[in-house]
C-alpha cells in the first residue's frame, strides 16, 4: 500500500516541477534552462516570506508574482530575440540559470536556508500513516493539471495558445497578437515554476544549487511529453512509477538514473515520445 | 611591488634556511583551505578561528619573540585546487607550516607536496581516518572516536535493530561501513542499508524501507549540507520518530532545518554547549573579535584554532621553526582549549573527548553525554 503512495506521489511532485517547462514548451518550443534557477527563486520566495514572520501558505502567490514578473522581464530582453534560434536559446536560458543562481549566492550566501514546513505530520490513508504533505502534494498537482487543461481548452488565451502551436503563422495571419500571447505564456511558466519551488520546500533543503537536481529530469519528462499535460501525467506516473520500483526492489543508486534512462529510451523507440497521447 | 616590500621579500629569501634567518620575521602559517566548492560553507569559520588564535598569539608577544602571520589559500575543495594551493604555499610564500581543514581529496593531493618540501602539516578536519605521512598531524576525530558513543548511548536507550542510511561517497560509506561493524561487534542488528548519491533528492523509497524494517534506530551519514537537510525533512514528514543519529550533521545546519531537527543525535568533539572556562573564554573572543560577521564555531573550525596554539608550543619546545624538530615536539606538546587538553600523541592522532549531543526544538545542542579521551585507534603503526 506504501508502494501504491510512494508511486503516485512521486509522480505528482514531479509533475508539478516540470508543469512550468511543459507550458513554455509547449507553446513557445522554446527549453527553457533556466527552469532549476526559478524553482529556486521560487523556493527562497518562501524563505524571504518566512523571514518577514508571515504565514508561509503566503509564499505561494508571492512566488507566482516573482516568477512571472521576472518570467516577463526575461522574455522581453532574452528570450524574445531567440525564438527562431531554439539551440541559442538552450545556451542564453542556460548561463541566465548560472546568473540567477550566482545572485541568489551573493544575496542570501551558499548555506542552507531554513523554511516553515507548510504541512508537518503524517495521516492515516489506506491503513498506513503517510507523509500529509505527499498526499497535500498529489492534490496539488491534480489542480494544476486540471488548472491548464482549463486554461488551455476554456479560455480565450488557451485557444490563441493552441492556434499558435498548431500554426503560428496563419495564427498571427488571422490577427492574433502572437507576441504578447507569447509573453504570457512564458510568464506563466516561469511563475508556475517558481510556485513549484515553494511546494518543493518541505520535501528538500533550500540552497542555491537545489534546482539542478530537477533540472534534468523534468526535462526529459518534458522531452517525451511534447505539448500535452495529459502526456506529462502519464509520463510521471509511468517513469516515477519506475523509480520508486527499481529504487525499491533493487537499489536507489539506479532508481536515482531511471527517469532519465527510460526517458531516453522512450525517445530512441519513438521521437515524438508520448505526444500522441 | 613597492620597493621596501621587494627589498624584503629578496632579502628573506636570500636569508631562508641560513642560520641567521631573521629573529624578527614573521613565522608564516599557510592555511589552504575549500573558501570556493563544497566546503565554502564552512571555510569562513576556520578562517576566522585561525585569525584569532594568531591575534592572541601576536598580542602576548608571538613565538620565541616573532609574530605569526597567516597566508590563506583557496583550494577549492577538491585535489587540482589543492596541488595549487599547496604548491604556492609551501615553494612561492614559503610557510613554515601548514594548518588547515580541508577535504580528503585535497588532503590526499596536498601530501606528496608536503612531503617533498618538507613542511610540517597539522590537519584539522575529522575524516575516516589512517591518513599517514611523517609530516602530517591530525588533531580532529577518526570513525574509532565518532561511532562508539553514538552507538553505545542508543544501545543503552534499548536499540538492537539500526537502519544504516548515506550518501554515496567515501566518507559516507565508510563511516557506515565502520558503524555496521561496530554495531556488530556490540551484539546489536543491521536490518537496512541504503544509499543515494550525493546529487539525489528523493529519498522516498528508502523511507518506505525504513518504515517496513522493523528498525529501533537510524543512524545516517550523508553529505554535508544540502541532503542531509532533505532527508530529515522527508524522514520528518514521513513521521519518522525513531532514535536517530546523525553523523553528519554540525550546529549551523541543525539550525537551518528548525523544528525537523530536534531529537537529533549528534557525536562530536566540540559543540558550542560545552561548559568550561575555556571555551567560554573562546566563544566570547570570537564574538568581540568577529561581531555580526562571526561564523557559528564548530566541529571544524575549533580545531584550527587550537592546532595553531600545539603549533606554537612545539615551536617554542623545539627552540626552532625548522621542521625535523618541529615535527619531533608536536607529539609531545599539548593545549587546553575549548575541546579540553589536546595532545596528538598516539600515532600522530589525539585522543579526543567525545561529546554526544541532542538538538533541541530551537536548534541549539545540548550534551547528553560526554566520553573522556576516546582513543583513536591503531591510525599509523608505523609512524
Redesign the interface.
Known amino acids: 500500500m ?2 501504491l503512495l ?1 508511486i503516485v ?2 509522480a505528482a ?1 514531479l509533475f508539478i516541477v516540470s508543469a512550468g517547462l511543459l507550458a513554455i514548451f509547449g507553446v513557445l518550443k522554446i527549453v527553457n534552462f533556466a527552469h532549476g534557477a526559478w524553482l529556486t527563486v521560487g523556493a527562497y520566495c518562501a524563505v524571504v516570506v518566512g523571514g518577514l514572520g508571515l504565514n508561509p501558505w503566503l509564499a505561494l502567490p508571492v512566488a507566482f508574482a516573482a516568477g512571472a514578473v521576472l518570467g516577463g522581464v526575461t522574455e522581453r530582453l532574452i528570450v524574445r530575440p531567440l525564438y527562431a534560434r531554439p539551440l541559442d536559446a538552450i545556451l542564453a536560458t542556460w548561463g541566465l540559470g548560472i546568473v540567477i543562481g550566482q545572485l541568489v549566492t551573493l544575496w542570501f550566501g ?5 523554511t ?2 507548510l504541512l ?3 495521516i492515516h490513508v489506506l491503513g498506513t ?6 498526499i497535500f502534494a498529489l492534490g496539488a498537482a491534480v489542480v494544476i493539471g486540471l488548472g491548464f487543461a482549463f486554461l488551455l481548452e476554456g479560455t480565450r488565451l488557451g485557444l490563441s495558445a493552441r492556434a499558435i502551436i498548431m500554426n503560428e503563422a496563419l495564427a498571427r495571419a488571422l490577427g492574433l497578437d502572437t507576441a504578447r500571447i507569447r509573453l504570457v505564456t512564458f510568464m506563466i511558466g516561469t511563475g508556475l515554476t517558481a510556485l513549484a519551488g515553494v511546494l518543493l520546500t ?6 542555491p ?2 534546482g ?3 533540472l534534468i529530469g523534468s526535462f526529459m519528462l518534458v522531452m517525451v511529453a511534447g505539448s500535452s499535460f495529459g502526456a506529462l501525467a502519464v509520463a510521471c506516473l509511468l517513469f516515477g512509477g519506475a ?2 520500483l527499481v ?2 526492489f533493487i537499489s ?2 539506479l ?2 538514473i531511471t527517469v532519465a534512462v527510460l526517458c531516453a529510451l522512450v525517445l530512441r523507440i519513438s521521437s515524438k515520445g508520448f505526444a500522441r497521447v | 611591488m613597492k620597493m621596501p616590500t621587494l627589498f624584503a621579500t629578496v632579502a628573506s629569501v636570500m636569508l631562508a634556511g641560513s642560520a641567521f634567518a631573521a629573529d624578527s620575521d614573521p613565522i608564516r602559517i599557510g592555511v589552504p583551505v575549500g573558501l570556493s566548492g563544497a566546503n ?2 564552512v571555510a569562513p569559520s576556520v578562517v576566522q578561528s585561525a585569525e584569532l588564535a594568531v591575534e592572541e598569539i601576536n598580542a602576548a608577544g608571538g613565538v620565541l619573540g616573532r609574530p605569526l602571520e597567516l597566508v590563506i589559500a583557496d583550494d577549492a575543495s577538491g585535489a587540482a585546487g589543492a596541488q595549487k594551493a599547496f604548491d604556492s604555499l609551501v615553494f612561492q610564500k614559503e610557510v613554515d607550516v601548514l594548518i588547515s581543514m580541508e577535504t580528503s581529496a585535497a588532503r590526499n593531493a596536498g601530501l606528496p607536496i608536503v612531503s617533498r618540501g618538507k613542511v610540517p602539516y597539522i590537519y584539522t578536519s575529522f575524516y575516516e581516518g589512517r591518513s599517514c605521512n611523517p609530516f602530517l598531524y591530525v588533531n580532529a576525530w577518526v570513525p574509532e572516536q565518532q561511532v562508539p558513543p553514538i552507538v553505545d548511548y542508543l544501545k543503552g536507550q534499548g536499540a538492537s535493530k539500526y537502519f544504516l542510511i548515506g550518501s ?1 561517497y567515501a566518507f559516507g560509506r565508510g563511516m557506515l561501513e565502520f558503524a555496521r561493524s561496530y554495531v556488530e561487534s556490540t551484539g546489536g542488528e543491521v536490518v537496512g542499508e ?4 550525493m ?8 523511507i ?2 525504513l ?2 524494517s522493523g528498525a529501533e534506530a537510524l543512524i545516517t551519514s550523508t553529505a554535508g ?6 532527508l530529515t ?2 524522514l ?4 519518522v520518530d525513531l532514535p536517530y543519529a546523525n553523523l553528519a550533521v554540525d550546529e ?2 541543525a ?6 531537527a530536534a531529537g537529533i543525535l549528534i557525536s562530536a568533539s566540540y559543540v558550542t554547549g560545552i561548559d568550561s572556562a575555556e571555551n567560554k573564554a573562546f566563544l566570547d573572543a570570537m564574538a568581540a573579535k568577529f561581531g555580526d560577521e562571526l561564523r557559528t564555531p564548530n566541529d571544524l573550525s575549533v580545531p584550527e584554532y587550537e592546532a595553531v596554539y600545539l603549533y606554537k608550543a612545539a615551536v617554542e619546545k623545539a627552540g626552532s621553526t625548522d621542521a625535523k624538530p618541529v615535527l619531533d615536539a608536536l607529539d609531545e606538546v599539548s593545549f587546553t582549549g575549548p575541546r579540553g587538553t589536546i595532545q596528538m600523541s598516539k600515532q600522530h592522532h589525539a585522543p579526543l573527548t567525545m561529546y554526544l549531543g541532542q538538538v533541541q526544538e530551537d536548534g541549539s545542542v545540548v550534551v547528553v553525554e560526554s566520553f573522556k579521551d576516546v582513543d583513536p585507534g591503531e591510525q599509523c603503526p608505523n609512524l
Open positions: 506504501t508502494l510512494d506521489t512521486t511532485v551558499r548555506d542552507v536556508q531554513f516553515e514546513s508537518p505530520g503524517t500513516s503517510y507523509s500529509l504533505y505527499r518541505p520535501l528538500t533543503s533550500v540552497d544549487t537545489m539542478v537536481a530537477w523509480q520508486v529504487s525499491t536507489p543508486i532508481g536515482g | 565554502s560553507v554515496d541504503e544509499y543515494l548519491p546529487d539525489g533528492s528523493d529519498w522516498t523509497a528508502i518506505s524501507k518504515k517496513a549540507g544540502a541532503p542531509n537537510v532533505t525533512k522527508q520528518r514528514g514521513a513521521g549551523g545546519t539550525k537551518s532545518m528548525g523544528a525537523d
